[in-house]
């Protein structure tokens, strides 16, 4: 039979060869394209002709064995092979896809529908499809990376959304209140119209603290910023504060800066550690003066920011002398060896606890003197060449360790020359540098 089917070219010699190969075992009908399935059921297996013939789309309602072949073999020569254009529209595709899984179903039995269904969603190229899974997946590895930049960035400027406070509120805080003469031994001082703090010992505690039940104060929150509100009970050595927005909170009276009554200062001096609100706002931060001009001073903020003030504005920070109180303002070393701003929370006979200003918390042993540091500027005369500190660097809110070079002065301002230990220098303001122990 199949040699009378060569000898009439309905089969040529490639086909022959599939069925008769060098290799008998390897015959398999996964080999036989279409052309030849359809030689072979056409002439061998003694198939009746469709009433519109083999080649010829059959009838919709011909719904035979024979008129499923030839429509599989239509539809694989007008969309695959004969096809004049590479792609149809949605509804061309929907309405071929139909006809064909409905014959194929037919064909292959009920069993096989899943698997014809899978089809009409599968990627036709795996060459193609495995190149944009690589697309996608660089494209997430440098999402990633932009997120780790975002990230670092997003870290140095974080306290920056409190530019949107609206300036209404002129009123400060003092956590203690001191008489004119504590102040003035305290202050730093002006020499031939350059700073130069006072080297007097700053004691743990100014004056006894004059807070009483419904006094107006400033509180510290849980982030390190400072809210206005009022005293609402004082027991236990506890003082509870009731902020004005609802919220309350309860402090150690140990604590110092953790309460600072409402008071406006009698005195200010440029260096003073001070805390004001940013445009008038109702947040409270902590900075410095760094400027003065008549009655009004620049207050650099901790976050770097800079705003201008009345000095009805400003309360006075109150400070400590030891950086393992409770309450001190401190630079505290965290485990990639550089400082960041908070506040001591606890202190034990050997260890210190520190909550930064970001909310991350540390442990940090008493005997190590260079790990926490007061959040205290230098006495200029204290300050050597060759004198271990950490020091500022522009948009940065930690500081890096580094040593002092030189020191000068230029106008009306001193400053330090300072090498890091990553090998940057800078010339850093007076307010920028604190001695490492």
Not at 154 to 162: E, P, Q
Not at 275 to 287: A, D, L, N
Request: aromatic share 8%; hydrophobic share 35%.
């Amino acid at each position: 039979m199949l040699q009378l089917l060569r000898a009439r070219k309905i089969i040529n010699p490639t086909q022959l060869g599939k069925l008769f190969p060098v290799n008998p075992s390897s015959v398999s009908s996964t080999s036989f394209d279409i052309t030849l399935l359809m030689v072979l059921l056409r002439n061998v297996c003694g198939l009746a002709a469709p009433e519109t013939g083999w080649d010829a789309r059959p009838a919709a309602t011909d719904m035979r064995l024979e008129a499923d072949i030839a429509r599989v073999k239509y539809f694989r020569n007008t969309v695959v092979a004969h096809a004049e254009q590479a792609s149809v529209d949605d509804a061309t595709f929907n309405r071929y896809w139909s006809e064909i899984r409905d014959a194929l179903v037919r064909l292959g039995g009920v069993a096989y529908r899943a698997a014809i269904d899978s089809l009409e969603t599968e990627c036709m190229d795996p060459d193609v499809e495995e190149h944009y899974k690589q697309l996608l997946q660089q494209w997430k590895n440098d999402e990633s990376n932009i997120k780790d930049d975002l990230k670092e960035i997003g870290n140095d400027i974080k306290n920056l959304t409190k530019k949107v406070d609206d300036l209404v509120s002129s009123t400060m805080t003092s956590k203690m209140e001191t008489s004119d003469k504590d102040q003035d031994s305290n202050s730093p001082k002006e020499v031939n119209g350059i700073f130069s703090r006072d080297c007097t010992d700053v004691p743990d505690a100014p004056g006894k603290a004059q807070i009483s039940v419904n006094d107006r104060v400033i509180a510290r929150w849980t982030n390190n910023l400072y809210y206005a509100g009022q005293v609402s009970s004082i027991e236990n050595h506890q003082i509870n504060v009731l902020f004005d927005g609802g919220d309350r909170i309860t402090h150690s009276i140990r604590d110092i800066s953790a309460v600072i009554p409402d008071q406006e200062p009698h005195q200010v001096q440029i260096g003073r550690h001070v805390v004001t609100t940013w445009k008038g706002g109702h947040k409270y931060h902590i900075g410095y003066v760094t400027e003065k001009n008549c009655d009004v001073f620049k207050v650099t903020f901790d976050e770097n920011d800079e705003d201008f003030c009345l000095a009805k504005q400003l309360r006075i920070f109150p400070e400590h002398n030891s950086p393992h109180k409770v309450g001190a303002r401190v630079f505290a070393r965290w485990n990639n060896g550089l400082y960041y701003r908070g506040f001591v929370t606890k202190a034990t006979s050997t260890n210190v606890f520190i909550t930064y200003d970001d909310g991350d918390t540390i442990t940090l042993l008493k005997s190590d003197r260079t790990a926490v540091i007061l959040d205290k500027l230098p006495c200029y005369s204290h300050v050597k060449p060759g004198q271990r500190v950490i020091g500022y660097w522009p948009g940065r809110t930690r500081y890096y360790p580094g040593v002092v070079e030189s020191k000068g002065s230029t106008g009306s301002n001193n400053y330090y020359h300072v090498k890091f230990d990553d090998g940057d220098q800078r010339m850093e303001d007076f307010n920028q540098i604190r001695l490492i122990p």
